[in-house]
């Protein structure tokens, strides 16, 4: 079975969490496109819901703990992963700027403030198992 973790900074505004989190899954879900089904799921009221195939849990970090974990991950084949940073929530609706800001950057100079990973539900719990629950 395969787990999604989706990590925040703890400092993040409400409607920041939601932002990140929101862009975070879309990626991996483009990254891993097996996260969610490809068949519709309809209700009875023809109502079409999300078709997530796996658990996604949203945990909380700090920047630092963000930045390693990512970095920690680069060499890592049995997850897929992906951040977002201070520098893309600064550069919105300027993906070509964005896009040659980060890849002229290191890590820790774009200010990481969210990571998603996913892969099997016990590598990710223990790749995550550092962070907490963000409630």
């Given at each position: 079975?395969?787990?999604?973790?989706?990590?925040?900074d703890?400092?993040?505004?409400?409607?920041q969490?939601?932002?990140?989190?929101?862009i975070?899954?879309?990626?991996i879900?483009?990254?891993?496109?097996?996260?969610f089904?490809?068949q519709p799921?309809?209700?009875q009221?023809?109502?079409?819901?999300?078709?997530?195939?796996y658990?996604t849990?949203?945990?909380?970090?700090g920047?630092g703990?963000i930045?390693?974990?990512?970095?920690?991950l680069t060499?890592?084949?049995q997850v897929?992963?992906?951040?977002f940073?201070?520098?893309?929530q600064?550069?919105?609706n300027q993906f070509?700027?964005y896009a040659a800001?980060?890849?002229?950057s290191k890590?820790?100079?774009?200010?990481?403030?969210g990571?998603?990973?996913?892969?099997?539900d016990t590598?990710?719990?223990?790749?995550?198992?550092?962070?907490?629950?963000?409630k």
């Amino acid at each position: 079975m395969k787990r999604n973790a989706i990590i925040l900074d703890r400092n993040l505004s409400i409607g920041q969490v939601g932002n990140v989190a929101a862009i975070l899954m879309g990626q991996i879900s483009k990254l891993d496109p097996a996260v969610f089904s490809e068949q519709p799921v309809i209700d009875q009221d023809q109502v079409l819901h999300a078709g997530i195939k796996y658990s996604t849990v949203v945990l909380k970090g700090g920047k630092g703990q963000i930045a390693n974990l990512a970095k920690s991950l680069t060499a890592n084949d049995q997850v897929v992963s992906v951040v977002f940073t201070a520098t893309g929530q600064s550069l919105n609706n300027q993906f070509e700027e964005y896009a040659a800001k980060i890849s002229s950057s290191k890590l820790e100079e774009t200010d990481p403030v969210g990571i998603a990973i996913s892969g099997e539900d016990t590598v990710v719990r223990n790749l995550t198992k550092k962070f907490s629950l963000l409630k």
